[in-house]
């Protein structure tokens, strides 16, 4: 079994900053690409930031220049620093890290999630 734990978040005034972890712990071989995603009540979850296991990097374009996602594959960790966030950067995120597990399958693995509320 393969777990994915998320922390960091909280209550941020508009223009602060927040750093969110995601710890993947388990029965791990390897863990390939990382991802933030993003969900407000009502709208459908959204890609914000993705990393390969290789350090390649994907953003989502309302979040290009602001946030930062990076990982250490020696924690089977990622991590999105946050700055300069705005209101509109309220959500729950969530972490998703597709693994190889012990058992030689390979599956995207989800936390509960942690609340971000940027407030104005």
């Known amino acids: 079994q393969v777990h994915v734990v998320e922390s960091g978040g909280g209550l941020v005034q508009a223009g602060g900053s927040l750093r969110l972890s995601c710890l993947a712990s388990?029965?791990?071989?390897?863990?390939?690409?990382m991802g933030w995603y993003r969900q407000v009540p009502g709208k459908q979850r959204e890609l914000v930031a993705s990393?390969?296991?290789?350090?390649?990097?994907n953003y989502a374009n309302s979040v290009k220049g602001r946030f930062t996602i990076s990982r250490d594959n020696t924690k089977n960790s990622a991590y999105l620093q946050m700055a300069s966030l705005k209101p509109e950067d309220t959500a729950v995120y969530s972490c998703?890290?597709?693994?190889?597990?012990?058992?030689?399958?390979?599956?995207?693995?989800w936390g509960q999630g942690t609340q971000v509320t940027v407030s104005s």
């Open positions: 998703n890290a597709e693994v190889t597990t012990r058992y030689w399958s390979r599956l995207a693995y």
């Open positions: 388990g029965s791990i071989v390897s863990i390939h690409a």
């Open positions: 990393i390969t296991s290789g350090g390649s990097t």
